[in-house]
């Protein structure tokens, strides 16, 4: 099946820091990729839409300006945590468009785990 | 505005049995809805999906049902195994391919 993988997994930083994480798709490629952030016992929110070679679409209420959004290629998608802060700890979570038994859907990375001190 | 529900946030089946995970929409404009099954600080892996335009999906053990006039949904797990054990979202895709995920449901299965 499609794999989706995610780098780091987990990331600890300081307050005002910024985080790079990067979302491969390894055996296909996904002209459409998405970040959700998932709180804890809550449902996976979906932050933005990233495109291969054109601009995010973020979603409402998400800070584009912090939330930074690169699709340079069809198998990378970056999302960087600009001047982190604790409220930004949470789940990040990728997905690529991608198709099985010719159905559209999204297939998921493992999730990185960020904790801002 | 929650436009997908999961008015179950667990539920405990035993082994063999059926597990039933239900999930309630407000929005007609979905075209698509997909079950996910998720562990714990994991992504969540494609199950099951359903066609609005389909009242029934079926592979292997699991079983999806599409209810439009009541826009209901439901997966239904036959017979159950302990390592079903997890939490199951619903998720309903809009024509531009967003998804929009439920609450989730935590099944577990008693061996």
């Known amino acids: 099946g499609a794999v989706v993988s995610q780098h780091p997994s987990w990331v600890i930083c300081k307050s005002g820091t910024s985080v790079k994480i990067e979302c491969r798709s390894l055996?296909?490629?996904?002209?459409?990729m998405f970040w959700y952030r998932q709180f804890p016992k809550q449902s996976l929110m979906l932050m933005a839409t990233s495109n291969e070679g054109s601009k995010a679409t973020y979603e409402q209420g998400v800070e584009k300006d912090k939330f930074l959004i690169n699709h340079a290629s069809l198998t990378l998608s970056t999302l960087t945590v600009t001047s982190a802060h604790p409220e930004d700890s949470s789940f990040y979570i990728c997905?690529?468009?991608?198709?099985?038994?010719?159905?559209?859907?999204?297939?998921f990375g493992p999730g990185t785990r960020l904790t801002v001190l | 505005d929650q436009q997908v529900k999961q008015n179950s946030p667990s539920l405990s089946v035993q082994e063999g049995r059926i597990s039933i995970l239900n999930c309630d929409y407000t929005?007609?404009?979905?075209?698509?809805f997909l079950w996910y099954k998720k562990y714990p600080a994991e992504g969540p892996t494609f199950l099951i999906s359903?066609?609005?335009?389909?009242d029934k999906n079926e592979d292997g053990r699991f079983t999806v049902f599409l209810n439009k006039s009541a826009k209901h949904l439901s997966l239904h797990i036959v017979p159950s195994q302990p390592g079903d054990s997890a939490v199951y979202f619903c998720a309903a895709r809009v024509a531009t391919n967003k998804l929009i995920f439920g609450t989730g449901t935590l099944l577990a299965v008693q061996p």
């Open positions: 359903i066609s609005s335009i389909k």
């Open positions: 997905s690529a468009r991608g198709y099985r038994d010719f159905t559209d859907t999204q297939y």
């Open positions: 929005n007609s404009m979905f075209d698509y």
């Open positions: 055996d296909f490629q996904a002209t459409t």
